[in-house]
């Protein structure tokens, strides 16, 4: 049994350190992307062996040796990659106060699965919150009929539901300014492009997105592809931004992180925890897939993962200021280096070819 349980342990080892030098390849298949995801996972996984090594106290060998270090590089990697959405990590999003000193915009995100039926619990919680700003993903024409009920409430909106699961629909109580539908990569995979016009005068550019995620004879350069599109386009505009949705990628991954400098634009969760929005159905493969990226015009005054709708998503929300000068964040991300410009550039050329 002993050598049972000693031929599993490095088994276990094995599969972790494969696990985590994988997503370091820089390739666009599905199984390799994959491994982006589960860092805390993978991250805990490699606790238990540790502490399992201790109890098991094998001989000590030189292979041994070699082994239990790559186990512990393999853990201080993993906890390198997802240290920033933990609350230890400085954030990078300045703290507004709790009403703002700016215009307050709260903005939902939510997919709501579009084979899921539980459209009252959705709209209940929407009735609590009560956001300025509302995306709906996944939505099909049932759902459309379903979210009719906010239209009195939310005179501006955008619908375009499918039934391929990427529809999508934009309602907003402030007026939406040119508000347009268009496809950055791939046909029948919609994003949603609109400025926004608050109360007060302010202007502010929203992207709505929801990339193809990868998967099984689908690899991510479609996704990757869309994301870099539109960090160079909110790069060039001269005005605030807001991107939100579900992403389809987790933000620890170099796809994110690369959008990130190429935008400039910000992640609330940095310092502040990883709001694992997916899979709601299963507490134990839970990643952060919904997004709200904004740029530096500006700050945080709250964010939440909001209950259950019966999605494998939960609802995720959060409140920005929009302030009247724009903010210089000590932590913004980092100018990107020639190299991931060059990187970016053949990112989304890749699909065009």
Known sequence: MEKLLGIAWYAAVLFLVVSTLLPIIRSDEWWIRWFDF????????????????????????????????????????????????????????????????????????????????????YLTILNDINPDIILTTEADQWWSEQLQVLDSSYPYHLKYPLDNTYGMILHSKFPLLSPAVEFLVEPGVPSIHSDIRLPGGQVFRLIGLHPRPPGPNKDSTARDAELIITAERSKKLNQPVLVLGDLNDVAWSHTTNLFQKISSMLDPRIGRGMYNTFNAKYFFIRFPLDHIFHSSHFKYIDMRRLPAIGSDHFPFYAALSLEAVKDSSPEEPAAPSPGEKEEADDIRKKPLE
């Open 38 to 121: 589960p860092r805390l996972q993978l991250l805990t996984l490699g606790g238990v062996l540790v502490v399992l090594q201790l109890l098991w106290r094998p001989g000590i060998s030189g292979l041994h040796v070699v082994i239990f270090a790559a186990l512990i590089a393999a853990i201080g990697y993993q906890g390198y990659r997802i240290f920033p959405y933990t609350q230890l990590a400085a954030k990078q999003v300045k703290h507004a106060g709790k009403e703002g000193n700016g215009a307050v915009i709260r903005i939902v995100t939510a997919n709501v699965l579009m084979h899921n039926r539980m459209a009252q619990k």
